[in-house]
């Protein structure tokens, strides 16, 4: 079983930064492929970031290509989003989420079998 814990949420404005966590937990948490999705206001899970506790495969959705990286510190459980020259439109609930056997990268929601709290991020113009 994995457990996952979301912080770095919070209000910025366009153009500003923002840093999210994920710390993991369990017997097994480094067996899996991490990812991270957004749920906006009316809209679905959509796919932003993946990568494996390596950190030797990382891919992002292309509206963020530029901007957001994903990366995983194995020593400190954690997996991260850096997210900078935020936009109105990255403006969602950001969730960490945990799959087996997946590929890097499966955008997939169904597929993931652990997921965080959520954390809001709010980007004003």
């Known amino acids: 079983q994995v457990q996952l814990v979301e912080s770095g949420g919070g209000l910025v404005q366009a153009g500003g930064s923002l840093r999210l966590s994920c710390a993991a937990s369990?017997?097994?948490?480094?067996?899996?492929?991490m990812a991270w999705f957004r749920q906006a206001p009316g809209k679905g899970r959509e796919f932003v970031a993946g990568?494996?506790?390596?950190?030797?495969?990382?891919i992002l959705v292309d509206s963020v290509k530029g901007r957001f990286t994903i990366s995983a510190d194995n020593a400190k459980n954690t997996v991260y989003l850096q997210m900078n020259s935020l936009k109105p439109e990255d403006t969602a609930v950001y969730y960490c989420?945990?799959?087996?056997?997946?590929?890097?990268?499966?955008?997939?929601?169904?597929?993931?079998?652990?997921w965080g709290q959520g954390t809001q991020v709010t980007v004003s113009s």
């Open positions: 989420a945990a799959g087996r056997g997946l590929r890097v990268g499966d955008k997939t929601d169904s597929r993931y079998a652990y």
């Open positions: 369990g017997r097994t948490f480094s067996r899996y492929v």
């Open positions: 990568t494996d506790w390596s950190g030797g495969s990382t």
